[in-house]
Protein backbone atom coordinates (compact mmCIF):
# COMPACT_ATOMS: atom_id res chain seq x y z
CA UNK A 1 0.00 0.00 0.00
CA UNK A 2 3.31 2.06 0.10
CA UNK A 3 3.58 2.09 -3.50
CA UNK A 4 0.49 1.23 -5.07
CA UNK A 5 -1.99 4.03 -6.99
CA UNK A 6 -4.43 4.23 -4.01
CA UNK A 7 -7.04 5.09 -6.76
CA UNK A 8 -6.76 2.56 -9.13
CA UNK A 9 -4.90 0.18 -7.20
CA UNK A 10 -2.54 -0.34 -10.50
CA UNK A 11 -0.24 -2.87 -10.16
CA UNK A 12 -1.15 -4.18 -6.68
CA UNK A 13 -0.85 -7.81 -7.38
CA UNK A 14 2.34 -7.63 -8.85
CA UNK A 15 4.01 -5.72 -6.32
CA UNK A 16 2.03 -7.39 -3.56
CA UNK A 17 3.44 -10.50 -5.07
CA UNK A 18 6.99 -9.68 -5.23
CA UNK A 19 6.67 -7.77 -1.17
CA UNK A 20 5.63 -12.01 -0.39
CA UNK A 21 8.79 -13.15 -2.50
CA UNK A 22 11.07 -9.96 -0.69
CA UNK A 23 9.52 -11.37 2.79
CA UNK A 24 10.10 -15.14 1.87
CA UNK A 25 6.20 -15.78 2.04
CA UNK A 26 6.01 -16.68 -1.79
CA UNK A 27 3.40 -19.56 -0.80
CA UNK A 28 1.08 -16.49 0.74
CA UNK A 29 1.85 -14.40 -2.48
CA UNK A 30 -2.17 -14.43 -2.97
CA UNK A 31 -3.03 -13.71 0.81
CA UNK A 32 -1.13 -10.32 0.85
CA UNK A 33 -2.62 -9.40 -2.72
CA UNK A 34 -6.30 -10.04 -0.91
CA UNK A 35 -4.90 -8.72 2.37
CA UNK A 36 -3.79 -5.66 0.18
CA UNK A 37 -6.79 -5.19 -1.89
CA UNK A 38 -8.87 -5.07 1.67
CA UNK A 39 -7.06 -2.24 2.51
CA UNK A 40 -7.11 -0.42 -0.38
CA UNK A 41 -11.14 -0.73 -0.12
CA UNK A 42 -10.94 0.06 3.60
CA UNK A 43 -12.88 3.61 4.84
CA UNK A 44 -9.73 5.12 5.54
CA UNK A 45 -7.90 4.78 2.32
CA UNK A 46 -11.55 6.10 0.40
CA UNK A 47 -11.77 9.00 2.79
CA UNK A 48 -8.13 10.01 2.57
CA UNK A 49 -9.17 9.92 -1.19
CA UNK A 50 -11.93 12.11 -1.29
CA UNK A 51 -10.63 14.76 0.83
CA UNK A 52 -7.81 16.97 1.17
CA UNK A 53 -4.02 16.01 0.93
CA UNK A 54 -2.47 12.75 2.01
CA UNK A 55 0.89 11.72 2.37
CA UNK A 56 2.30 7.55 3.25
CA UNK A 57 4.83 6.53 4.43
CA UNK A 58 5.50 9.59 6.72
CA UNK A 59 8.89 9.76 9.05
CA UNK A 60 8.06 11.89 12.12
CA UNK A 61 10.04 12.47 14.83
CA UNK A 62 10.22 15.22 17.51
CA UNK A 63 10.64 15.13 20.93
CA UNK A 64 8.29 14.48 23.56
CA UNK A 65 9.08 15.40 27.11
CA UNK A 66 12.66 13.75 27.98
CA UNK A 67 12.79 11.70 25.04
CA UNK A 68 12.64 11.63 21.18
CA UNK A 69 10.45 9.54 19.37
CA UNK A 70 10.29 8.65 15.90
CA UNK A 71 8.04 6.24 13.38
CA UNK A 72 6.58 6.03 9.91
CA UNK A 73 2.91 6.88 9.52
CA UNK A 74 1.60 4.47 6.96
CA UNK A 75 -1.10 6.99 5.76
CA UNK A 76 -2.03 10.88 7.10
CA UNK A 77 -4.98 12.88 5.58
CA UNK A 78 -6.44 15.98 6.27
CA UNK A 79 -10.02 16.54 6.90
CA UNK A 80 -11.38 19.64 7.48
CA UNK A 81 -11.33 19.04 11.52
CA UNK A 82 -7.20 18.54 10.95
CA UNK A 83 -5.26 14.88 10.51
CA UNK A 84 -6.11 11.58 10.77
CA UNK A 85 -3.42 8.82 11.53
CA UNK A 86 -3.81 5.23 9.81
CA UNK A 87 -1.76 2.37 10.76
CA UNK A 88 -2.56 -0.73 8.73
CA UNK A 89 -2.05 -4.16 10.37
CA UNK A 90 -2.13 -7.78 9.40
CA UNK A 91 -2.24 -9.03 12.81
CA UNK A 92 -4.48 -12.62 12.64
CA UNK A 93 -7.49 -11.54 14.51
CA UNK A 94 -11.00 -13.36 14.11
CA UNK A 95 -13.18 -11.97 16.41
CA UNK A 96 -14.03 -8.32 17.53
CA UNK A 97 -12.37 -9.38 20.89
CA UNK A 98 -8.99 -10.34 19.38
CA UNK A 99 -9.23 -6.70 17.21
CA UNK A 100 -10.51 -5.04 20.75
CA UNK A 101 -7.36 -6.54 21.96
CA UNK A 102 -5.00 -5.63 19.15
CA UNK A 103 -6.65 -1.81 19.65
CA UNK A 104 -5.29 -1.91 22.79
CA UNK A 105 -2.07 -2.69 22.42
CA UNK A 106 -1.46 -0.45 19.41
CA UNK A 107 -3.51 2.59 20.94
CA UNK A 108 -0.30 3.96 21.91
CA UNK A 109 1.70 3.81 19.47
CA UNK A 110 -1.03 5.76 17.49
CA UNK A 111 -1.18 8.32 20.81
CA UNK A 112 3.13 8.71 20.38
CA UNK A 113 2.92 9.15 16.51
CA UNK A 114 0.08 12.15 17.42
CA UNK A 115 2.21 14.02 19.81
CA UNK A 116 5.19 13.45 17.80
CA UNK A 117 3.04 15.00 14.53
CA UNK A 118 1.94 18.08 16.74
CA UNK A 119 4.96 18.87 18.02
CA UNK A 120 6.81 18.65 14.73
CA UNK A 121 3.92 20.51 12.24
CA UNK A 122 1.83 22.14 15.17
CA UNK A 123 -1.60 21.13 13.27
CA UNK A 124 -3.79 19.58 15.29
CA UNK A 125 -4.25 15.23 15.17
CA UNK A 126 -8.32 14.63 15.55
CA UNK A 127 -8.07 10.51 15.07
CA UNK A 128 -5.68 7.84 14.90
CA UNK A 129 -7.20 4.24 13.20
CA UNK A 130 -6.16 1.03 12.69
CA UNK A 131 -6.88 -0.67 10.01
CA UNK A 132 -6.55 -4.47 10.15
CA UNK A 133 -6.06 -5.93 6.28
CA UNK A 134 -7.62 -9.65 6.01
CA UNK A 135 -8.27 -11.79 2.85
CA UNK A 136 -12.23 -11.25 3.72
CA UNK A 137 -12.02 -7.61 4.11
CA UNK A 138 -10.55 -4.70 6.29
CA UNK A 139 -12.23 -4.31 9.59
CA UNK A 140 -11.24 -0.41 11.39
CA UNK A 141 -10.89 0.88 14.84
CA UNK A 142 -10.73 4.16 16.18
CA UNK A 143 -8.63 4.81 19.11
CA UNK A 144 -11.64 5.79 21.00
CA UNK A 145 -9.70 7.78 23.69
CA UNK A 146 -7.09 9.12 22.03
CA UNK A 147 -6.83 12.39 24.12
CA UNK A 148 -6.26 10.48 26.87
CA UNK A 149 -3.84 8.12 25.71
CA UNK A 150 -1.85 11.01 24.30
CA UNK A 151 -1.61 11.83 27.88
CA UNK A 152 -0.58 8.52 29.04
CA UNK A 153 2.48 8.86 26.27
CA UNK A 154 3.16 12.72 27.67
CA UNK A 155 3.54 10.73 31.72
CA UNK A 156 5.35 7.80 30.28
CA UNK A 157 7.45 9.57 28.74
CA UNK A 158 8.44 12.80 31.00
CA UNK A 159 11.43 11.32 33.00
CA UNK A 160 12.20 10.99 36.31
CA UNK A 161 10.39 12.73 38.63
CA UNK A 162 7.41 14.33 36.59
Do not use: N
Not at 9 to 30: F, N, T, V
Amino acid sequence: LQLVDLATGSGLAELARQQAHAEAIPALADTVVAMARSGLASRSVQEALAGGRLWREVYVAAPVGERAVEGYIDLLYETGDGLVIVDYKTDSVRSDAEIDTKLDQYRLQLATYAEALEAATGLSVTAGRLVFCRVGGAVERDVADLPQARAEVRSLLAGPGA
